[in-house]
């Protein structure tokens, strides 16, 4: 067992992290909080500096400004192998000539520690990721989920304070995928230890995570749990990248009572709960499970908007319709087959049809990033 530094709530926090490679800034003034015992994904696309985060944390780079502290003590400076945290990757180098139970012991031995307490620990890591009775077995000898859960126990065996996984599940086929998604949420949950977890896909970080940081182009766009992260994306960034939105662009024409309208080019009135400024220029997201087809086509209501069909196509349970408003704006409504109220099975690329959806459902966007939440 570690030990335990302080009684900090946080086991991890960037206070105004930034990271350069010469020109370019990796990681740009990050500041965030990891409770302890949280999953918290890292998500974003390629190159938004999630890696670079995660080797800050586990002391592989040091920023270049800001300080990151373990455990409430900055951990700048301190090198990799003091540090309470380990790493499992994506290319999980297990040493192929050792047998399961001794690569998970291995580093065990480089520490010191007897045999017969080091092969218990192993033995009990292993129960842990469900390997029992593989002991003996030669990494070759299993399938990749199967590895990538000896890598897991062999990163778990010392219990660290933090366990820092950077896309591990990314070289495993989608079955096994989901499968490892389920069991590890399951250890995370068994061992307490906190996870920080590196992704791009958003479907994994959604049901998986406590919550999720956001990350584009070196900063956090946003951070809040999986619910807030899709019904609430403060950016189109957030909200494009996070599922499927629909965007419309206009002016805001009225604000009363905690509502305000937004009323498009093409006159569509988007009218939608929460605050905003009169006159300003904005764009609103709609989901496109939100939206449905109805039979209705009188104009001039709110929260409904004339379009012609392009496509439609079946999803199993669900019809996907993707349509044109007036204005030439292209929208896609996602409909459950059993709970629509008009027979889409009769609709037709060409077809006019009205799209409506409840004031709940649109969302204020932003341009750029707000403050950070907690
Ligand atoms: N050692 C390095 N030297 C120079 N540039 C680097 C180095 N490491 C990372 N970078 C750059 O920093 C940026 C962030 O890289 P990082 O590896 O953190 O991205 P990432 O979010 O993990 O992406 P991916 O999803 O592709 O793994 C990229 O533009 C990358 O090219
Ligand atoms: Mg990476």
């Known amino acids: ?57 586990a002391g592989f780079e040091q920023p270049d400004e800001g300080e990151i502290v ?51 620990r192993a033995r009990e890591a292993l129960e842990l990721v469900r390997l029992t009775g593989r002991e003996k077995h030669k990494p070759s000898m299993l399938s990749g989920g199967q590895q990538q859960r000896v890598a897991l126990a062999r990163a778990l065996v010392n219990r660290p304070r933090v366990l820092l996984l950077d896309e591990p599940l990314g070289a495993l086929d989608l079955k096994l995928r989901k499968e490892m998604q389920i ?31 956001v990350m584009s182009d070196g900063v956090i766009e946003q951070l809040g749990t999986p619910a807030e992260i899709y019904d609430r994306p403060r950016t189109a960034f957030v909200a494009d990248f996070i599922g499927e939105m629909n965007f419309l662009e206009g002016t805001v ?71 044109t408003l007036g204005d030439g704006t292209q929208v896609v409504i996602r409909e459950q087959r059993a709970g629509a109220d008009a027979p889409h099975d009769a609709i037709r690329p060409g077809d006019p049809i009205t799209i409506q959806w409840d004031r709940n459902a649109p969302v204020l966007l932003a341009e750029t990033p707000t403050e950070q939440q907690e």
């Open 1 to 57: 067992m570690s030990s335990r530094g302080t009684d900090s709530a946080y086991d991890v926090e960037f206070r105004t992290v930034t990271k350069r490679f010469g020109n370019l800034t990796a990681v740009n003034a990050v500041s965030f909080q990891v409770r302890q015992g949280e999953f918290l994904s890292l998500l974003g696309p390629s190159g938004c500096g999630k890696t670079t985060s995660l080797r800050m944390i």
């Open 70 to 120: 373990i455990g409430g003590v900055d951990a700048v400076g301190t090198p990799p192998y003091r540090r309470d945290v380990n790493t499992v990757f994506q290319q999980y180098a297990l040493f192929p000539h050792l047998t399961v139970l001794d690569n998970v012991a291995y580093g065990m031995k480089q520490k010191g520690v007897g045999r017969s307490d080091r092969y218990q």
């Open 183 to 213: 069991e590890l949420t399951r250890i995370q949950g068994e061992v307490g230890i906190t996870f920080i977890y590196v992704t791009h896909d958003q479907g994994e970080a959604l049901s998986m995570s406590d919550r999720i940081a």
């Open 253 to 323: 024409s009225r604000t009363e009572d905690g509502e305000y309208d937004v009323t498009t080019a093409g006159g569509v009135v988007v009218r939608a709960r929460g605050e905003a400024t009169r006159g300003q220029a904005v764009k609103v997201g709609i989901r496109p499970a939100r939206m449905r087809i109805t039979g209705a086509t009188d104009d001039g209501v709110v929260n409904a908007a004339r379009a012609a069909v392009d496509t439609k196509m079946y999803l199993g349970d669900e019809v996907q319709v993707v349509a």
